[in-house]
């Protein structure tokens, strides 16, 4: 069992930054891929980016592709999502979620942390 919990978030204008992290419990973090989610007021919740167990292979949506980054600290079983650029369509709760492998099923996610881009 992995517990997740996500901090960071909040309100910021358009073209700030914002970092996410996520800090999770137990021994076991640095086994699990890891991943970002979003979701918007009436939408479906969708990927954003995800990370190896290693931190050596990264994806990321086109959407938020060369504006966001994530990197994890296996050492202190965080994970992290560095907003840049942000825009009002990147509005969304965000969850952190561990991964059965870089691009696979979610095994457990965060609670959320509300991220809101003002125009």
């Known amino acids: 069992q992995v517990q997740l919990v996500e901090s960071g978030g909040g309100l910021v204008q358009a073209g700030g930054s914002l970092r996410l992290s996520c800090a999770a419990s137990g021994r076991t973090f640095s086994r699990y891929a890891m991943g970002w989610f979003r979701q918007a007021p009436g939408k479906e919740r969708q990927f954003v980016a995800t990370i190896s167990w290693s931190g050596g292979t990264t994806y990321y949506a086109d959407s938020v592709k060369g504006r966001f980054t994530i990197s994890r600290d296996n050492a202190k079983n965080t994970m992290y999502l560095q907003m840049n650029s942000l825009k009002p369509e990147d509005t969304a709760v965000y969850y952190c979620?561990?991964?059965?492998?870089?691009?696979?099923?979610?095994?457990?996610w965060g609670q959320g942390t509300q991220v809101t881009v003002s125009s």
């Open positions: 979620a561990a991964l059965r492998d870089t691009l696979g099923a979610v095994l457990y």
